[in-house]
């Protein structure tokens, strides 16, 4: 259901609890017991899964550093993997 448009509308309870339809979280793939972050811009909300939401987040927070520490090509990043985990058992 990902890069599908849809509206779909629920009502606020008296405690401000809302049941996310369905179809809304089959979209943003969550399930019973898991998180949704609420994202308000001006009059709007946006409301997304936490997890990749999370993720987002740090892969913006990330960008570029790898290009700064060396770690160009998807073998720099293993090299670097196999040095660190040799380093760490040789501590």
């Not at 040095?83 to 501590?91: A, F, I, K, P, V």
């Given at each position: 259901?990902?890069n599908?448009?849809f509206?779909?509308?629920?009502?606020?309870?008296?405690?401000g609890?809302?049941?996310?339809?369905?179809?809304?979280?089959?979209?943003?793939?969550?399930e019973s017991?898991?998180?949704?972050?609420f994202?308000?811009?001006?009059?709007?909300?946006?409301?997304?899964?936490?997890?990749?939401y999370?993720?987002m987040?740090?892969?913006?927070?990330?960008?570029?550093?790898?290009k700064?520490?060396?770690?160009?090509?998807?073998?720099d990043?293993?090299?670097?993997?196999t040095?660190?985990?040799?380093?760490?058992?040789?501590?």
């Open positions: 259901m990902a599908t448009a509206v779909n509308d629920a009502r606020v309870m008296a405690k609890q809302v049941t996310i339809p369905k179809n809304v979280r089959a979209a943003l793939g969550v017991g898991d998180r949704v972050t994202i308000v811009e001006g009059n709007n909300v946006r409301v997304v899964n936490s997890a990749v999370a993720l987040r740090f892969q913006q927070q990330m960008s570029g550093e790898g700064k520490a060396g770690l160009l090509t998807e073998d990043v293993a090299n670097w993997i040095q660190s985990r040799r380093e760490e058992n040789d501590g």
